[in-house]
């Protein structure tokens, strides 16, 4: 326990120093940089306390599995563009299964869609932003899970967040340090993208969030899955 | 196929990184030039199948749109060229947005280069080496996905013959597919005990995992890593120094031309071409020994 | 010294009111190949699972099992403490006498029923691998082992294939291969062929004769089809069917005097004698020959001749059935008999006065425009009431054409229409109302909800929108369709805890609510045990009573022969050959029933065993040709 805060507050260290050596050696690009820092870096630890947590080989299959759901969920829904169930199986992951795998489930699925779907400097930030929405859903479970509606507004949140995140990669990548104005333009050109993000979140979080988290209880209390402090049969 | 490299997989990486971490932030024409022409070349050569008309195209249009669209929200330059609802779109915003395209897109194009230049096996021993866990993850996702895309198509035909997908409607469409969606995930949740069952049955969770794949760290591999870590070096001091600085506000204004910035762009064309020369030279090796044959 | 000996095992699941396991004790020594045998749900997928330590289900569970002499439970906390006390005092037989986990992983493994289930990467090579980088080998060991284990498996040709592009069969010699690298002593099997078509399951059981005879691995092996495993195996163990306590009666045998799980246990042929004697429901899954020769000795079909006693004389194969059948002519004098088939043709339902239902003509498709014809030309009819059943090999386009004939994909050319009209032309909501009905090869793709109930009501209500305006009238037709198909004890259980042949019948009850006039199955008879089949087989004839119109995809040959009405076989995209059971099956030479290849040339036009030994009956002068049919459909699969 105490060995993991060493390397958490080691990584937390890292994000300054690596962003403001990168600073002064890219300095004119130095908002794109700091910013791949910031993603990269927020990934890194939580990554590393996964890989180095024991974790039961059924736990790993699900989490794998749940990643294929929201990775196919890409291709299933392909008639409808923009409508993708991503967000919603990363916060059901979350809201059943705790922050952290709500994390894996979604910066993985980034990951991995971009395999199909083509990899670029962006995947970072795809990692970054849908791993938050899944970590950040994990510590709201309790309200989450009581209330609908801010389940709702959750989603809405979630498809707002990501567009403001992947703009503000836009803006830093196809234009010079950061100008407000082309920031405010991006939001404005992604509106359309941003109002289906936010209506597909709810719309998934509304129909799957009842059966799919029904399904992750029957398995947990079936197969005894998700323990914490259980280790074997 | 498998083609297993001579080189230790760090080499190839080291390259990536060293010219796509400096493509990516630098902040000099030249730079962004080599980088262009070595994943360029690289790509035309050895990645022959990953370029498409349509996806050369697709960059064409992204570089002139970063281009085209820069000088309206910098009006930082000197030169006005027009003037849009009053204000200036300058000569200057304009080159820099080529540059700033032009970056983008060399970016873009090494991203496509990694596939030819790691190959798959290669990139997950790499990752395996320093994140098992997650490799796992990441191997059992790439079997599930398509396996679950021949599951929802199976699902999908049962459905429609029970009648789910009578209605043609899209509210009932949708719903229809979240019922299929419904069924899906049942079926994947009850594969992933399954799977993990078998993980288990053989050993998974004993200590000291292993990997199959091995391959040999040689003196030969260590010199060419350092070798790519000299060259980053000379970019680098290039850079920290200012010696390849280009201000393109009010007028542009390059740095003046020195030692160090030639032989930091040098460094770097060097970097970024290797893969390409590479290439070429197994080429060459491979057409003298089919003559010799 | 014993290599694995289960000690008076009895387990019971949490929340279960009876045991799955009662008394089990057994021992399989070193290079045996033993063969648990009973039908769905008696306990032997249990078993091989307690066995397996590390997939051990939860529950109860009293007594031991020994493997190598060791516990194979996980030492709990308590004894290691024993234990390490005593190893202060330098005694570790305590220590000792758990399994490790090293020696459990490694020491048994196990393949089980569903191929695509046991992969866990995505490239054959890593899946080859993957057992021994958990043990923690160096490389140059994993790399040697897994090297030879593909060259012994012929795997080469694919090591570095994506596994999700396997076939079943290739799948499942993979799941093989994979364990075997580990060099288990104990192989563990739980009907590793069922999910297989013939050919692949032929071939895994070539592999596993190697693996036990040239290798010495130990098996155990559960299975419920014994035609092809009763000639490999050293012992066969019966297990009690769940549902039959009746058998639970003291009788003579030793083993008859318990109430355990296990019945019986020795040599195939006592075992086979066991079954037969006592009508234990797994006689009928026996091999045709030992069934042909307990009908012959039996005395009940009244056959005059005698055949030589004792265990030996029992055969289980296709070539000893035939040296048993060539040598009761000798005794009777002649060299070959004829069977009349017209007395099976006249027992189907469906004669050639009946209306066509389902018509495909010339049909044709192709996955893309550049990508070869799978279908090309294939032609069929099908007959109101009528059963066809159409075979044909892997890859020959049998699922694809099911797919067509039920309206799920389009034809690029040829034609097929229902009740005259063409399948195009229905318009939505129609095809699948009161017109066709699909049973898909996995049963539970048509499960959505979280219990069978649920499902089932929604089906109800879809198909018959309030008949007369109340729910009362649908409920009481699903329940009228549950009791028929006897699954009303099932409805609310979830869709993947109940056995494949109640979520089979489940499935049907779904698919069936729509009263369809045709009913399409894929491969209906899939690893469903002796029983499961007879049970779907008298129901299809129940419906065909009332004009269901059947067609059943399959690859078992027996099926076809016993319950279809006329069969095809597919072939390079076309419908090659067609006919009633009786003919079809004679002409063909390998894809065909083992009774028929049994009396090739010996008994003329006899397909199913049920003819085999009816011909008998007429050779004896016709005494009782028909005055029991009851008793010989018995035997019929």
């Known amino acids: 326990m105490k060995r993991r805060w060493i390397t958490f507050l080691l990584f937390f260290a890292m994000i300054p120093a690596v962003a403001v050596g990168g600073a002064l050696v890219f300095r004119e690009r130095h908002y794109a940089w700091i910013s791949l820092c910031v993603a990269v870096l927020t990934c890194l630890p939580i990554l590393y306390d996964f890989e180095r947590r024991e974790t039961g080989s059924a736990d790993l299959m699900v989490l794998s599995v749940l990643t294929s759901l929201s990775v196919a969920g890409r291709f299933l829904f392909a008639w409808l563009p923009g409508f993708k169930p991503v967000t919603a199986i990363t916060v059901i992951t979350a809201l059943w299964l705790g922050a952290e795998p709500g994390f894996i489930v979604g910066s993985m699925t980034a990951l991995l869609s971009n395999f199909y779907f083509g990899q670029g400097p962006w995947t970072p930030f795809q990692m970054f932003s849908w791993g938050l929405i899944g970590g950040l859903a994990g510590l709201l479970a309790r309200p989450l899970r009581k209330h609908k509606l801010l389940l709702c507004l959750y989603g809405v949140f979630a498809g707002v967040f990501y567009s403001l995140i992947m703009d503000l990669w836009s803006t830093f990548w196809m234009g010079e340090g950061f100008s407000l104005s082309r920031y405010l333009t991006l939001i404005a050109a992604a509106l359309p993208t941003t109002i289906e993000y936010a209506v597909s979140n709810v719309i998934f979080l509304l129909a799957l969030t009842g059966p799919v988290g029904d399904k992750l209880d029957r398995i947990r209390v079936k197969y005894g899955l998700f323990r914490e402090s259980e280790s074997d049969n | 196929m498998v083609v297993r490299p001579r080189r230790h997989p760090l080499v190839p990486l080291t390259i990536l990184l060293s010219v796509l971490l400096i493509a990516m932030f630098a902040q000099t024409p030249a730079l962004t030039a080599a980088a262009f022409i070595g994943a360029a070349l690289y790509l035309a050569t050895a990645g022959r199948t990953a370029l498409t008309w349509r996806g050369i195209l697709g960059y064409l249009i992204l570089w002139l749109l970063v281009a085209v669209t820069n000088p309206l929200f910098s009006t930082g330059g000197a030169t006005p060229i027009v003037f849009v609802n009053g204000r200036p779109y300058t000569k200057e915003a304009l080159l820099y947005g080529i540059h700033l395209g032009g970056m983008l897109i060399s970016v873009l194009l090494w991203f496509r280069c990694e596939t030819f230049l790691v190959s798959d096996e290669n990139r997950f021993f790499l990752f395996g080496r320093i994140a098992p866990k997650t490799a796992l993850l990441i191997s059992s996702v790439l079997r599930f996905v398509p396996l679950l895309r021949r599951r929802a198509d199976a699902m999908r035909a049962a ?135 | 010294m014993e290599l694995l000996s289960v000690e008076n095992v009895t387990f019971r699941y949490p929340n279960a009111d009876s045991d799955a396991l009662k008394g089990v004790s057994l021992s399989v020594s070193e290079g045996q190949w033993a063969v648990l045998c009973g ?33 194979t439970r996980k030492k709990s906390p308590a004894e290691g403490r024993n234990a390490s006390s005593s190893a202060n005092r330098g005694d570790t037989t305590a220590e000792r006498s758990f399994l490790s986990d090293r020696e459990a992983a490694e020491g048994i493994g196990i393949v089980m029923q569903d191929p695509e289930a046991q992969i866990v990467t995505d490239e054959v090579w890593h899946e080859l691998a993957f057992g021994l980088e958990n043990l923690g080998l160096p490389s140059e060991t994993i790399r040697r082992r897994v090297a030879e284990m593909a060259s012994f498996f012929g795997i080469e040709d694919w090591y570095h294939k994506k596994t999700f592009e396997l076939s079943g069969g290739q799948k499942q010699l993979l799941n093989l291969a994979s364990t075997l690298v580990m060099n288990p002593r104990l192989l563990l099997l739980d009907e590793p062929t069922a999910q297989l078509d013939p050919i692949a399951a032929g071939e895994f ?98 056959w005059g001749g005698t055949l030589p006693a004792g265990d030996t004389a029992i055969p289980f194969t296709v070539r000893d059935g035939r040296n048993l059948l060539a040598n009761c002519l000798d005794a009777a004098g002649s060299r070959t008999q004829s069977f009349a088939s017209s007395e099976n043709e006249g027992a189907t339902k469906a004669d050639n006065n009946r209306p066509t239902v389902l018509e495909a003509r010339d049909v044709r498709f192709r996955y893309a425009k550049q990508s070869p014809d799978v279908l090309s030309g294939a032609s069929l009819e099908l007959r109101e009431g009528e059963h066809y059943c159409l075979l044909g090999g892997n890859g020959s386009g049998k699922t694809t054409l099911l797919s067509l004939l039920a309206g799920l994909t389009k034809p690029y050319a040829g034609s097929i229409r229902l009740s005259g009209k063409k399948l195009s032309s229905f318009g939505t909501g129609e095809l699948y109302r009161g017109n066709l009905a699909l049973l898909p090869q996995q049963p539970r793709d048509v499960f959505v909800e979280k219990t069978i109930r649920e499902d089932l009501e929604n089906a109800f209500l879809r198909m018959n929108p309030s008949r007369d305006g109340s729910d009362t009238s649908v409920n009481a037709e699903m329940t009228r369709m549950c009791e028929r198909l006897r699954i009303t004890d099932i409805l609310d259980s979830h869709p993947y805890d109940v ?139």
């Not at chain 2, 459905?159 to 509210?171: I, N, S």
């Not at chain 2, 949708?174 to 994947?188: C, R």
Request: contains cysteine; negative net charge.
């Open chain 3, 499 to 637: 056995s494949g042949g109640e979520l089979q019948k489940a499935a049907l009850a779904k698919v069936l609510a729509s009263r369809p006039k045709v009913l399409l199955l894929d491969e209906p008879a899939k690893g469903i045990d002796v029983r499961g089949k007879q049970e779907l087989a008298e129901l299809l004839d129940e419906l065909r009573d009332e004009g269901l119109a059947v067609i059943s995809v399959t690859h078992d040959a027996e099926w076809a022969a016993a319950h279809a009405d006329r069969c095809g076989l597919l072939f390079d995209g076309e419908i090659i050959s067609e006919g009633a059971p009786g003919a079809f099956f004679a002409d063909n030479a390998f894809y065909t029933t083992a009774a028929n290849r049994m009396a090739r040339g010996i008994i003329e036009g006899a397909v199913v065993l049920d003819d085999v030994i009816r011909s008998f009956r007429n050779n004896d002068g016709g005494a009782g040709k028909h005055d029991d049919p009851a008793d010989t459909e018995e035997v019929t699969p």
């Open chain 2, 159 to 293: 459905q429609t013959a029970v009648g789910v997908y009578d209605d043609p409607d899209w509210l009932h469409r949708t719903k229809s597919t979240m019922t299929t969606w419904s069924a899906l995930t049942t079926w994947s949740l009850e594969h992933a005990i399954d799977a993990g069952a078998a993980m288990k049955a053989r050993g998974y969770g004993l200590p000291g995992r292993t990997t199959y794949r091995t391959c040999h760290f040689t003196m030969t591999d260590a010199a060419c890593i350092i070798g790519i870590l000299a060259l980053d070096a000379i970019v680098i001091t290039a850079l920290v120094a200012g010696d390849l600085d280009i201000s393109y506000y009010p007028s542009i204004v390059t740095s003046p031309v020195n030692g160090r910035a030639i032989a930091g762009i040098i460094a770097y064309a060097a970097l970024a071409l290797t893969p390409f020369f590479e290439f070429l030279k197994e080429e060459i090796r491979w057409s003298f020994y089919r003559l010799k044959m």
């Open chain 3, 39 to 71: 039908l769905s749900g008696c306990g032997k997928s249990t078993l091989l699972k307690l066995i397996k330590r590390e997939i051990a289900p939860y529950g109860q569970m009293s007594g031991r099992i020994l493997f190598t002499g060791k516990d």
């Open chain 3, 205 to 302: 059981r070539n592999v596993l004769t190697r693996i036990n005879r040239d290798l010495g691995v130990t098996i155990l092996m559960a299975e419920h089809r014994l035609e092809e495993v009763m000639p490999l195996a050293d012992r066969i163990i019966v297990m009690r069917d769940r549902e039959d306590r009746a058998l639970a009666r003291t009788d003579d045998t030793a083993a008859g005097t318990n109430d355990g799980s296990i019945l019986f246990s020795g040599t195939p042929a006592e075992a086979a004698r066991y079954l037969n004697a006592h009508s234990h429901p797994m006689a009928a899954a026996l091999p045709s020959a030992t069934r042909v020769y307990f009908a012959l000795t039996g005395g009940d079909i009244g």
